[in-house]
């Protein structure tokens, strides 16, 4: 893993149509452009209002835009939608040549574009959610060229009608990762109780990537189960991978591992297990997920909520 925190080139826009739609090409000139870090927010470095709204929108509500024109008295009436115009540069090492290479954005409000090296990456929004791109076919030997134009206000700003500070940018982590061409994706250890006997469950899910019968034939799979102590409760449980088409694929479910006596996770007493999921290659390891489990159950009974057997009451304020 490779961070890319740290000092990147800036230009602020007041609203979409005054942004540099061609900032992301590799000979766009940027020499006079300001620096900002990353992670940070566009306005606690001085650019645009920082707003801090209710139950109100700090734009005009018309779903799904957010750039008609308000009243003349918010706040914002002359900058409706700022935009940020990221740059960064970096290497990627030399021992990553043979993996898939992946950016990571912990966290951008609200909406982005990304391109790398002048392609066009993606696009992301959902201001507290993480975005990752596979950016593997777009990098070139040397310096990389990395553009990010982020936009305060989109149709999903409609969702996020809480009571906070309005604030954009690119306000969490940034970092490219190395995996394996051939990997497992999206690994998730789902725990299933049984309240009556004390026996737990755990069905493994995953998708793999790239996986073909040529290569597929030489993987496995194996899954060992600690206990909170550390215990090994199954050590080495081997299964094959089936072959797929390359390319990303439906999630897969292995066969259900039975745990007796289990341990209650409660959130006074948070008990873990530990679902330890290795990829092999002639018995080599790939990778290796170690995925933190506990086993508890929710449960609706009528107009009642049990939470591991027990009844729940949620206490809510105005």
């Known amino acids: 893993m490779q961070s890319l925190n740290g000092g990147w ?31 940070s927010t566009m ?25 008609d024109v308000p009243d003349s008295s918010f706040t914002n009436f002359k900058s409706r939608n700022p935009v940020g115009s990221y740059i960064r540069t970096f290497n990627v090492p030399d021992d990553w040549r043979d993996k898939q290479v992946i950016i990571h954005f912990a966290g951008i409000s609200s909406a982005a574009f990304v391109w790398v ?14 975005a990752e791109f ?17 936009y305060k206000y989109c149709d999903g700003s409609y969702l996020e009608d809480q009571d906070f500070w309005r604030l954009s940018g690119i306000f969490r982590d940034v970092f490219i990762r190395a995996v394996p061409k051939v990997t497992l994706w999206d690994v998730y250890a789902q725990p299933i109780v049984n309240l009556q006997n004390k026996e737990g469950k755990i069905a493994l899910h995953y998708s ?14 194996s899954v060992s189960v600690l206990s909170p102590t550390g215990e090994a409760l199954i050590k080495d449980r081997i299964y ?6 390359v390319g990303f694929n439906d999630e897969i479910i292995l066969p259900e591992i039975t745990i007796p006596n289990i341990q209650l996770w409660f959130h006074e007493n ?38 591991n057997g027990m009844l729940l009451k949620i206490r809510g304020g105005g």
């Open 208 to 221: 793999s990537v790239n996986f073909t019968k040529g290569i597929n034939k030489y993987n496995s799979i």
């Open 240 to 245: 094959k991978v089936e072959p797929f088409p």
């Open 270 to 307: 948070p008990i873990q297990y530990t679902v330890k999921v290795a990829l092999l290659n002639k018995q080599k390891v790939v990778e290796v997920y170690n995925l933190p489990l506990g086993f508890r159950k929710v449960e609706v009974l009528g107009n009642k909520i049990f939470f």
């Open 9 to 39: 080139n800036f230009k602020w826009s007041p609203d979409p149509d005054s942004r540099p739609i061609d900032f992301y090409k590799v000979d766009f000139n940027r020499k006079n452009w300001k620096t900002v870090p990353v992670p």
């Open 134 to 150: 596979d950016i593997t076919q777009y990098l070139i030997e040397g310096e990389n060229l990395l553009a990010v134009e982020v």
């Open 117 to 130: 090296n002048g392609n066009k990456v993606g696009y992301t929004q959902g201001s507290r959610l993480p």
């Open 43 to 67: 306005e606690r470095q001085g650019y645009g209002t920082p707003l801090y709204v209710n139950t109100l929108y700090p734009f005009k509500v018309n779903p799904p835009r957010v750039m």
